[in-house]
């Protein structure tokens, strides 16, 4: 107990280096540029010159603006259409005269100009082209609108003809006369904008190698922080690191193998028996390895998706397969890549905190309509800290409000993505949470087989599972695990309940007219049927863990004490003795304990303080001097407070009642 040693199996070793050589593979082999800076704030470092030629590029405002100026200016295209000139000309000719004279005339000018059937007011020019693919621009105050026409005609009309015009105008039909010949081409319209867009400049300027850019002290104004974020964009696409190559390498070598050491040191503190369950180590290294590819190649191409690269399912997929004082120092190590990365720090401390919450909610709020419930919460989490960057950084959200809705896409990615886990499971011969609460189900056929068969034996499993519940919850143990083993650890019963004092009825004694030594190869038996049966009913090895170890390699201390008072050779003891393992897991000895107390309650007369805890005390002191938790997890701490919550549990179940008086019935 409480003892550390470093691992000797090669195998733990060989994915660790495999992990330190893609880690050093992807680390950003470029200088990144390492000036801190933001608007209004003080230059705080020597004065920057430029170390080369570059481009001023135009902030995202200045890029709207001139944007929105294009759209404004960009004139609509018409396209001519002559048909509809002839036709006009053509129905004013077939008019009586001097009236076609008339209405010739001002078709003339009409047309001259051109007839459009839309015009928009905002429009100060107009493009014109026709079938030989001549352009004409002319200004929209020149181009007709049917209304216009109309009243052009009308005029004339009545300067000719006085009050009469107005009978002539309705007999002339201009609906019918006047045919726009300039028809709108949205299509062309929209091609032009996109060029004119395509064509629009996106510097502003020029600054020459040796111009300083910033002074030291000097405040960071929009325009100087446009030239700063122009040059670091410059910087780190085609100059970056300019030092000697091999230093790089060395530096990127060492953040390589502290990501690496700190992780196997958090497994060492945290769990090391992981190392010796090689189904879940390889497991663990690879989520981990997942979530360093991630961090790189989304970080090295498009830092800002990484908002929506919803990190914190590291936790939960750790979650499902280990317990929280491992998750939690692993997914944190995971994410140090994250401070490598432009805004590193606010991703890193908005990750963490989403990976914390999820980690301490999704055990609850990972079934049905309730990871909708998780999502949310986790995007209000990460939603309110990335408002709260913003306001201590930029002072505002402007531009920001894209980010929040990366953040919203990851925290719903997690939905779809947890199914995941089954398939990892699947892989990797895994057992999780799920799983372990389905193996619990008391209507499960092993557990309704065990009910049937051996009834006793079954109450006494309940009693201990919830005994063993309580004890793994007041240490922090894995409680679902608890729960399954302390179901399962005597279900090799089944093949011989009679054998068992709890299942035999009447005075009938199975050992009877057995020896001594049979009936103690017969108790210890049940181990290997339970493995057996295990075996058979597909349980996975976590939970037979807590069958073969659940007696350890105690003895049979009833019939080995018969025995050696009818005469037998003490150098015999093994005979009686389980055949082990000793518990390994903190789980398998909370089960171990339990097992043996919830036996041993049911011979006490009297249920008090002092009989309890003398009753525990002589169990677990009977343990620890047989050696049964010489490989045991469990600390002499745990140890205490588990012996207290077995004690609690046992006066709470056994304690005095009242006694209710005859009522006498006349």
């Not at 709207?64 to 294009?70: A, K, N």
């Not at 030291?216 to 100087?224: D, L, S, Y």
């Not at 990365?341 to 606010?346: D, N, Y």
Request: net charge negative; with cysteine.
């Amino acid at each position: 107990m409480e003892k550390i040693h470093f691992p000797r199996d090669i195998r733990v070793y060989i994915p660790l280096a495999l992990l330190f050589l893609i880690l050093l593979s992807i680390l950003p082999k470029a200088g990144n540029f390492s000036y801190d800076y933001k608007k209004g704030m003080p230059w705080m470092y020597d004065d920057l010159v430029a170390r080369f030629d570059f481009p001023v590029l135009k902030s995202s405002s200045q890029m709207e603006e001139d944007e929105r100026l294009v759209r404004q200016s960009q004139p609509p295209f018409y396209r001519r259409d002559e048909a509809a000139r002839r036709q006009a000309q053509s129905q004013a000719s077939a008019l009586p005269q001097p009236l076609s004279s008339q209405v010739s005339s001002v078709l003339r000018t009409v047309y001259s100009y051109g007839l459009c059937d839309v015009l928009s007011a905002d429009a100060e020019a107009v493009c014109i082209y026709g079938s030989a693919g001549r352009i004409d621009t002319l200004p929209s105050a020149y181009v007709y609108t049917l209304q216009q026409a109309r009243n052009d005609l009308q005029g004339a009309l009545r300067q000719t003809y006085g009050e009469a015009a107005d009978s002539l105008f309705e007999a002339v039909s201009p609906d019918r006369i006047f045919e726009p010949d300039l028809l709108y081409d949205e299509v062309r319209t929209q091609q032009e904008l996109k060029k004119s867009l395509d064509n629009l400049a996106t510097t502003s300027g020029i600054v020459y190698a040796g111009e300083v850019i910033i002074r030291r002290g000097e405040p960071v104004t929009a325009q100087t922080q446009n030239k700063l974020d122009s040059y670091r964009l410059e910087f780190d696409e085609h100059y970056g690191y300019d030092g000697n190559r091999v230093f790089l390498w060395i530096g990127n070598a060492v953040l390589a193998f502290l990501i690496v050491a700190l992780l196997f040191f958090v497994i060492l503190y945290t769990n090391a028996g992981i190392f010796s369950q090689f189904n879940r180590y390889y497991y663990l290294l690879l989520i981990f390895l997942l979530s360093q590819l991630l961090i790189f190649l989304i970080g090295n191409s498009h830092p800002l998706w990484l908002y929506a690269t919803p990190l914190y399912l590291i936790a939960i997929f750790l979650m499902s397969f280990f317990r929280k004082r491992v998750v939690l120092p692993v997914y944190i190590v995971s994410l140090f890549s994250l401070l490598f990365l432009r805004e590193g720090v606010q991703l890193f401390l908005v990750w963490v905190s989403a990976g914390i919450f999820n980690i301490f909610s999704f055990s609850s709020l990972s079934k049905g309509w309730r990871q909708f419930l998780n999502a949310i919460l986790t995007f209000i989490l990460t939603g309110v800290l990335y408002m709260a960057f913003c306001l201590v950084s930029d002072g505002n959200f402007e531009y920001n409000y894209v980010n929040l809705a990366r953040l919203f896409v990851a925290s719903f990615i997690c939905v779809a993505v947890y199914p995941l886990v089954y398939l990892f499971e699947k892989l990797f011969s895994l057992v999780s949470v799920n799983r372990l609460e389905d193996l619990s189900d008391t209507n499960s056929p092993l557990l309704r087989l065990l009910a049937r068969q051996a009834a006793g034996t079954y109450q006494h499993s309940l009693q201990v599972m919830n005994m063993a519940e309580s004890a793994a919850r007041a240490v922090g143990a894995d409680v679902a695990l608890t729960r399954a083993g302390a179901l399962y650890h005597d279900v090799g019963k089944i093949q011989n309940p009679q054998c068992f004092v709890e299942n035999q009825q009447g005075d009938n004694s199975y050992h009877e007219h057995l020896s001594y030594e049979e009936s103690a190869r017969d108790i210890i038996r049940h181990v290997a049927d339970g493995d057996a049966i295990a075996d058979k009913y597909g349980l996975p090895e976590v939970v037979r863990g807590f069958i073969r170890s659940h007696h350890g390699t105690s003895c049979t201390a009833y019939f080995y004490g018969k025995f050696v008072e009818a005469g037998g050779e003490k150098s015999r003891r093994p005979e009686f003795c389980y055949p082990g393992p000793n518990p390994h897991s903190i789980e398998e000895t909370i089960v171990m304990i339990c097992d043996s107390v919830e036996a041993a309650s049911r011979t006490l007369r009297s249920y008090t303080d002092d009989s309890i805890r003398n009753l525990v005390d002589s169990i677990v002191g009977g343990k620890l001097a047989e050696g049964q938790f010489v490989d045991s997890e469990l600390s002499l701490s745990q140890l205490q407070t588990v012996k207290e919550e077995i004690c609690d549990y046992l006066r709470q179940i056994h304690h005095a009642r009242i006694t209710y008086p005859k009522i006498k019935i006349k």
